[in-house]
């Protein structure tokens, strides 16, 4: 049996890998085998706090641009991360896995407001916890949120799932040459102007010295296998 080399972790899913191949709305077969692979983490001892993006539904500084106050398109952003949480926990309770929403916007009837403390509590207990609205204020990403919400739980490393398989010196996709990291600095990353992160998402990870993993979401059994520890995807640390 695999046996996993961090205790605690901070899961961050961008919204568009939950759309799978349809790049909106939400595929629900995807969201499946997410949620059996982070059960398999769970029953490994695993304690999993997860921050969605809502990509798939609204992005607020590129759709509202222009048209609308940044503040107000943003917000419907962190509305839309809402969607994303209510889906996976409903997948997730479907397998019988115990799940809680925390929102960093208080919507008590659909979900419990962020309580740090809290939190911590659902994960001792073996509770995966969705962090939603990003941070709640406007201007901060969820990759940002998800940083935060991984030096306030104390986790060990941020996994982040995205639609690329790691670090690269350059977009891999236009520039055939591009060479992929195994490992880099978060001083490189920001130096280089790399698309890990945006810079306040990187700088604080950075400041709070948590390891962030990069790997591609493509095989949701990635995340397993980061967890064990295995070499895949790219780390950004110290």
């Known amino acids: 049996m695999e046996k996993p080399v961090y205790h605690r972790v ?25 949620c059996d692979v982070i059960r398999e983490c769970v029953e490994l ?3 999993v706090g997860i921050v969605i993006g809502g990509g798939n539904f609204w992005r607020g500084v590129k759709d509202g641009g222009g ?9 419907m952003g962190m509305l839309a991360t809402v969607l994303n949480c209510l889906a996976v926990a409903d997948v997730m309770e479907q397998k019988g896995m115990a799940v809680r929403v925390q929102t960093a916007i208080e919507m008590r009837a659909v979900a419990e407001p962020y309580i740090r403390s809290r939190a911590i509590r659902h994960l001792e207990k073996g509770r995966v916890v969705i962090f939603g609205c990003g941070t709640g204020n406007p201007f901060f990403s969820t990759d940002t949120a998800a940083v935060l919400r991984a030096a306030e739980i104390d986790a060990d490393v941020i996994l982040l ?11 891999p996709v236009k520039d055939p040459n591009a060479v992929k990291y195994d490992r880099i600095s978060y001083d490189d990353v920001l130096a280089q102007h790399l698309t890990v992160m945006d810079s306040t ?24 296998r980061a967890v064990c520890g ?9």
């Open 10 to 34: 901070l899961l961050k899913i961008s919204g568009e890998a939950l759309a799978g191949g349809k790049h909106s709305g939400l595929d629900f077969e995807v969201i499946g085998q997410v």
């Open 45 to 47: 001892g695993v304690q």
């Open 67 to 75: 048209r609308m106050e940044r503040t107000r398109a943003d917000h």
């Open 161 to 171: 799932a995205k639609n690329v398989d790691g670090v690269y010196s350059a977009d």
């Open 201 to 224: 998402a990187t700088s604080l990870s950075m400041d709070n010295h948590i390891p962030v993993l990069l790997f591609a979401l493509k095989d949701p059994k990635n995340i397993l």
């Open 230 to 238: 295995e070499k895949i995807g790219t780390i950004v640390q110290e």
